[in-house]
């Protein structure tokens, strides 16, 4: 079957940097996404990759690799406003997204 | 309009009773989806659409239809809800769904409650 699996739950403290981990065993690959979701709000786009390395965006950096199934998600200089959940994704062969779960990241003073 | 909106915000149903979940986008997106969210678990495609007059099933598309007359609106129907369907629905769209134009963006959800 597919799966995609990340933690549940971190905990980081504002300023930090926090590392989110996406493995994934899928039917075909086409790209692996991130999106953050606010509590009782929609999922909103951050990242794509379908190549391995690091693609960086402002505070926000994410990185695949996928002859291991990994993905990662990195936030910079934490602020309390990225208390979110973050989903990861994967496109499947028949271009379906596979959901993760997601990780609640809740952000401390 | 700017992007995709959903109607009702939220709902409470009867059990049995019939329901359509209203999504419309006006980014002249070619792919609609529609998905459910419950807690501890990922989004689950319902159905999709690749194109305007096409359907297709996903994931957990059993006691759900759709329908997609034109590009803009992708409606979701219950035919007769159970409380199983209690959950949040989202409705998203892409450029295409294949290709380097697949990011989906979603529109603000649908809450319904099924007694």
């Known amino acids: 079957g597919q799966n995609i699996d990340q933690p549940t739950e971190m905990t980081a403290t504002e300023g930090a940097i926090v590392q989110i981990n996406c493995t994934y065993q899928t039917s075909g690959f086409n790209g692996l996404f991130w999106y953050q979701q606010h509590a009782g709000e929609a999922p909103t786009f951050l990242s794509y990759n379908v190549l391995d390395g690091l693609e960086e965006k402002g505070r926000f950096s994410s990185f695949l690799s996928r002859s291991k199934g990994y993905s990662y998600l990195l936030l910079k200089e934490l602020q309390m406003k990225d208390s979110a959940s973050y989903l990861c994704?994967?496109?499947?062969?028949?271009?379906?997204?596979?959901w993760g779960a997601g990780t609640k990241l809740i952000i401390k003073p | 309009i700017a992007g995709i909106t959903q109607a009702p915000t939220s709902q409470i149903l009867a059990a049995g009773r019939r329901m359509t979940l209203r999504c419309t986008q006006d980014m002249r997106h070619n792919a609609m989806y529609w998905y459910r969210q419950d807690l501890g678990l990922g989004l689950r495609l319902i159905h999709y659409?690749?194109?305007?007059?096409?359907?297709g099933k996903g994931e957990v598309p059993d006691g759900y239809s759709v329908s997609r007359a034109n590009t803009d609106d992708f409606p979701l129907t219950l035919a007769s809800a159970v409380p199983s369907q209690t959950s949040v629905y989202f409705c998203a769209s892409s450029a295409s769904r294949t290709g380097d134009t697949d990011t989906q963006y979603f529109g603000p959800g649908t809450r319904l409650t099924v007694l």
């Open positions: 994704a994967v496109m499947d062969s028949n271009y379906q997204l596979i």
């Open positions: 659409s690749n194109t305007a007059g096409t359907t």
